[in-house]
Structure formats: C-alpha cells, structure tokens
C-alpha cells in the first residue's frame, strides 16, 4: 500500500516535470524562432481555419434541429419518447440526445439515452435507484429503438 502512493506520487511527479519541460522547450522555440514556431506545433497553421471557425456550432445545431423535427413526428418511437419525457421541451432532449450520440462507443449511447429517457439530469447520471427493473428493461429497449431511428432518419435526410 505505501509502495503503491510513493508510486503513483513518483508518477505524478514525472508527468509534472514533463510537462515543465515541454513548456520549457516551447519557450526555447519561440525565442529562437519566433512566430514561425507555430509551425512546430500546430499542423495547419496556414489553413483556413480562422475563416471556417463557427462551422461546427452551424452542424451542431442543424443536428438538433434534425433530432427535434424527428421528436415532433408521428413515428411510434418519437411518440414513446415524448410521452416518457412529458415534462421536458422537445429541444432539450433533442440536446441530450445530440450529446448521447456523440459518445464514441455503441453501449455508452444506448445507457447515455436509457439515463435520458429516465430522466436523468445528465449523460453521465444513473436514476436507476428510481426505477424498478421491469422498467430499466423497458426504457433500454426504447433507447435502442430510439437509437436506431435516429439513424434511419439521418440516413433519410443527409
């Protein structure tokens, strides 16, 4: 145990002093080159970046909008999903759901939106403590079905 906290003491100690000495090596590289050591550290540096900036937040939001206009259609799924979330506007869940489909890895999505649909406050939060297993059971299946749907429908519109 005392050999595990000198360890990972030692380990924070070595990620400190490496990260002083790359700080210390941005500052050598400046000084010597200037602004062109911007090229050192970032690959495009010359792009169009700058001009593009923003573009993302423009994709992000016609992804909400899309998520929403799924929300308010006739499709049973969509219809589940407002009759579960009754006391939340379409376009917060359609937020939630934007931020559960961005995890990276298929079963954190599908908990990500069962938490949704549980009414949890966010992605990460669990409310199973709330709710029984038939139900849990129940909302994993609506997360799946919502899952799938909202790729038919982005399929379907990109």
Same mark, same amino acid.
């Given at each position: 145990?005392?050999?595990?906290?000198?360890?990972?003491?030692?380990?924070?100690?070595?990620?400190?002093?490496?990260?002083?000495?790359?700080?210390?090596?941005?500052?050598?590289?400046?000084?010597?080159?200037?602004?062109?050591?911007?090229?050192?550290?970032?690959?495009?540096?010359?792009?169009?970046?700058?001009?593009?900036?923003?573009?993302?937040?423009? $994709?992000?939001?016609?992804?909400?909008?899309? @998520? #929403? *206009?799924? %929300?308010?259609?006739?499709?049973?799924? !969509?219809?589940?999903? /407002?009759?579960?979330?009754?006391?939340?506007?379409?376009?917060?869940?359609?937020?939630?759901?934007?931020?559960?489909?961005?995890?990276? $890895?298929?079963?954190?999505?599908?908990?990500? @939106? #069962? *938490?949704? %649909?549980?009414?949890?406050?966010?992605? !990460?939060?669990?409310? /199973?403590?709330?709710?029984?297993?038939?139900?849990?059971?129940?909302?994993?299946?609506?997360?799946?079905?919502?899952?799938?749907?909202?790729?038919?429908?982005?399929?379907?519109?990109?």
């Amino acid at each position: 145990m005392v050999q595990e906290k000198q360890s990972d003491r030692q380990q924070r100690l070595d990620n400190f002093l490496q990260a002083v000495e790359a700080a210390q090596k941005l500052q050598d590289d400046i000084m010597k080159y200037g602004l062109e050591a911007a090229h050192l550290y970032c690959d495009d540096v010359d792009g169009d970046w700058l001009e593009t900036w923003g573009e993302d937040e423009d $994709e992000q939001q016609s992804f909400v909008e899309l @998520v #929403t *206009n799924f %929300l308010q259609s006739d499709d049973l799924v !969509a219809v589940k999903v /407002r009759k579960q979330l009754k006391d939340k506007s379409l376009q917060e869940i359609a937020v939630e759901l934007e931020k559960c489909l961005s995890l990276s $890895e298929e079963n954190d999505r599908i908990f990500a @939106v #069962t *938490n949704v %649909l549980a009414g949890s406050v966010g992605i !990460a939060e669990s409310n /199973r403590g709330d709710i029984d297993e038939i139900d849990e059971i129940e909302l994993l299946y609506l997360a799946e079905e919502v899952l799938e749907k909202l790729k038919e429908f982005f399929e379907r519109y990109k």
